[in-house]
């Protein structure tokens, strides 16, 4: 009997060791219970994602984003329990929204079942969980086999006791493949935008360039027509003073009257139509209008001043020219100026 004792017992521990074998071999297989949020589509889904592949799995997270926006889920085929905490944060222009917004969050739960459920999030930029693209930055801690069967097939070889992990994840409910594909015609649309809202900002400027050179040519014009009539015979002052003076309301008056009703309408239509950065165009409808009513007021007062002339000598007239093309000469400047910061303006 003692010689047949070893042998029994080296055949008890084969049978034992093949029977825990059996038994282990039979549990290789990967489950998860459905957690209440989530959608029977989403859980189909997430269980073609997995299945059994080692008991010493190591921790990689699948991400999965329930309808109403309001979990996410991680999924993992390794069999472990462990505390986790994830920050997120969107990716610039890769989320599902037509405006450029920013969401950062932060979240913690609790990994068992290979599922771990995040439901409560602490938001840092933004207010809401925006489906798309985000970068995650996820700590696991104090991890530990789940259960008995993880720790007899890893013959009880404690798994590491924290894991960290940064990685891209898509939070769609619908799945990454839907996700890129829907991204692809948003960004499609937003680059027709775009192309259309920079053809509207190019024209934009291009009318605005050419309302202070079309109000530089009027007051050049304008300079001119009083030169000419200071300029001719000061016998005929009285006799010419009128028919110039008819001459200016017919040629110059409507059009400066016409050009600040026609900038005022413009500018309406500008403001409806809610073009980017409407702030900076906004500044040059007081400028159309002052620039086209102080050509109007100087024009005016040169007016009343050879009105008040009575048969002048060619001394007091050219002391009124010289004052005409100093006044004339500050309304060029400013209108120069204004045209050069009209291009400063449309580089920017």
């Known amino acids: 009997w003692c010689k047949r004792t070893p042998v029994l017992?080296?055949?008890?521990?084969?049978?034992?060791?093949?029977?825990?074998?059996?038994?282990?071999?039979?549990?290789?297989?990967?489950?998860?219970?459905?957690?209440p949020r989530m959608s029977p589509e989403l859980y189909q889904r997430l269980i073609s994602d997995f299945q059994f592949e080692s008991w010493d799995k190591d921790i990689f997270f699948k991400e999965?984003?329930?309808?109403?926006?309001?979990?996410?889920?991680?999924?993992?085929?390794?069999?472990q329990k462990c505390d986790v905490e994830a920050s997120f944060r969107s990716i610039p222009g890769k989320l599902?929204?037509?405006?450029?917004?920013?969401?950062?969050?932060?979240?913690?739960?609790?990994?068992?079942?290979?599922?771990?459920?995040f439901s409560t999030f602490d938001f840092i930029a933004g207010n809401k969980i925006i489906p798309g693209l985000y970068e995650m930055d996820v700590k696991a801690s104090g991890c530990e086999w789940d259960g008995l069967v993880p720790k007899i097939g890893n013959l009880n070889t404690p798994p590491d006791e924290s894991y960290v992990g940064r990685t891209k994840v898509v939070l769609f409910p619908k799945g990454a493949r839907d996700f890129y594909r829907i991204l692809e015609?948003?960004?499609?649309?937003?680059?027709?935008?775009?192309?259309?809202?920079?053809?509207?900002?190019?024209?934009?400027?291009?009318?605005?360039?050419?309302?202070?050179?079309?109000l530089l040519a009027i007051t050049l014009q304008i300079e001119q027509h009083f030169l000419d009539f200071i300029e001719k015979d000061d016998r005929k002052f009285s006799k010419n003073l009128k028919p110039m003076i008819d001459a200016y309301t017919r040629k110059f008056g409507s059009v400066l009257t016409n050009f600040v009703i026609s900038n005022e309408k413009y500018f309406k239509e500008l403001h409806e139509a809610d073009y980017r950065n409407f702030g900076i165009k906004k500044n040059y409808e007081p400028k159309v209008r002052l620039s086209s009513k102080n050509?109007?007021?100087?024009?005016?007062?040169?007016?009343?001043?050879?009105?008040?002339?009575?048969?002048?000598?060619?001394?007091?007239?050219?002391?009124?020219?010289?004052?005409?093309k100093s006044v004339f000469k500050k309304l060029k400047e400013n209108l120069n100026q204004t045209i050069i910061q009209v291009s400063e303006d449309r580089s920017r």
């Open 96 to 117: 599902l929204s037509m405006v450029d917004d920013k969401v950062s969050m932060r979240s913690k739960g609790k990994l068992i079942g290979h599922l771990v459920e």
């Open 9 to 35: 017992a080296a055949l008890l521990l084969f049978i034992s060791a093949l029977g825990g074998r059996q038994f282990l071999k039979s549990r290789e297989t990967f489950s998860i219970h459905r957690p």
């Open 295 to 324: 050509i109007g007021l100087e024009s005016m007062k040169i007016i009343e001043n050879l009105q008040t002339l009575k048969n002048p000598k060619r001394a007091k007239l050219n002391e009124v020219e010289a004052n005409t």
């Open 185 to 214: 015609k948003l960004s499609k649309k937003k680059q027709a935008i775009a192309l259309k809202t920079e053809g509207a900002e190019e024209l934009f400027w291009q009318d605005i360039q050419q309302k202070f050179q079309t």
């Open 64 to 79: 999965y984003l329930s309808t109403d926006l309001s979990h996410i889920w991680l999924v993992t085929e390794s069999f």
